[in-house]
């Protein structure tokens, strides 16, 4: 899925090209692109006709726009979703699920999903950590990249968890925008195994990769994102080129570019965790438990 920056490099764009106009009509040519709004297409038609797209807005991973109404389009990327910005007269694309056309006649808000997990929904707003977001956003965490995050008061909600690092970086609800690739890179960055205990962890530790994951997703982000194939890209199609930079993640058998080990790959949670046996020590609980098993 689509992490931190390549949801910023989609914000940018729908902000430089959609923010300030009014919504002429919604055309739904995919059920499954809506089925989060109830009322299905009428519903989402009648409340974004005649609204004009106030600001584009992030939080973490999710992706919204404010309406002049207070309410809020919220855009679920999904797997393979995409907000394309294109000229009306640019053939549909094969996986084109909704469009926007707006009153000035211009350029169309294209929402295309190959594997239709993602969609459209829009949404009431609730008042989260002294801002306005919507409804389904509103148990999510700030992300590093926010003005407003909290380092130190991340660093606390950490430590007093049971669970392990990697598992941490994940949840959402203590801090956003962090996902498998970026957990893979902050924790190589900071020396941390993903297995750690995140209530044995000092505060310098959980400092440290929380200034790495700023670090790489701001480095990330200077490059477009990290696009694997052809389904991230930005409102004009164009993929990032961050996946060069990458360290670890998808790097398996690989030299580190730290100490030349192998970069090993491990099960986790249904997906893999990339990471140096050298810079990473695995922590010693998890070793004793791997001999008894």
Same mark, same amino acid.
């Given at each position: 899925m689509p992490e931190l920056p390549e949801v910023e490099v989609v914000r940018r764009g729908v902000s430089d090209h959609a923010v300030g106009r009014t919504v002429a009509s919604v055309e739904v040519l995919h059920p499954r692109a809506v089925r989060r709004q109830a009322g299905g297409a009428p519903e989402l038609?009648?409340?974004l006709a005649g609204r004009t797209l106030v600001a584009a807005r992030r939080r973490?991973? !999710?992706l919204w726009v404010d309406l002049d109404d207070g309410t809020a389009l919220l855009a679920h990327l999904g797997m393979s979703g995409q907000l394309l910005v294109q000229p009306a007269d640019r053939p549909d694309e094969k996986h084109l699920?909704?469009?926007l056309r707006f009153r000035d006649d211009g350029s169309e808000l294209r929402f295309v999903d190959q594997r239709t997990f993602g969609g459209l929904t829009a949404v009431d707003t609730v008042e989260s950590d002294?801002?306005?977001v919507p409804l389904p956003v509103g148990h999510i965490g700030r992300d590093p990249l926010d003005p407003a !995050?909290?380092?130190e008061a991340a660093v606390g909600a950490y430590r007093r968890r049971r669970t392990e690092l990697k598992r941490a970086l994940l949840d959402q609800t203590l801090v956003s925008g962090i996902g498998n690739i970026y957990a893979d890179e902050s924790l190589w960055r900071a020396r941390l195994h993903s297995l750690r205990p995140t209530a044995r962890l000092t505060r310098p530790d959980v400092r440290n990769v929380l200034t790495a994951a700023h670090e790489v997703m701001t480095e990330s982000l200077a490059q477009g994102g990290?696009?694997?194939d052809a389904l991230y890209v930005d409102v004009h199609g164009d993929s990032g080129y961050f996946a060069r930079a990458l360290a670890v993640y998808g790097r398996e058998d690989e030299p580190c570019p730290r100490c030349g080990t192998a970069i090993r790959r491990t099960a986790f949670m249904n997906r893999s965790s990339f990471w140096c046996p050298t810079c990473q020590k695995v922590p010693r609980a998890a070793r004793e438990q791997?001999?008894?098993s």
């Open positions: 038609g009648a409340r973490g991973k !999710f699920r909704v469009r002294g801002e306005r !995050f909290d380092l990290t696009s694997f791997k001999g008894s």
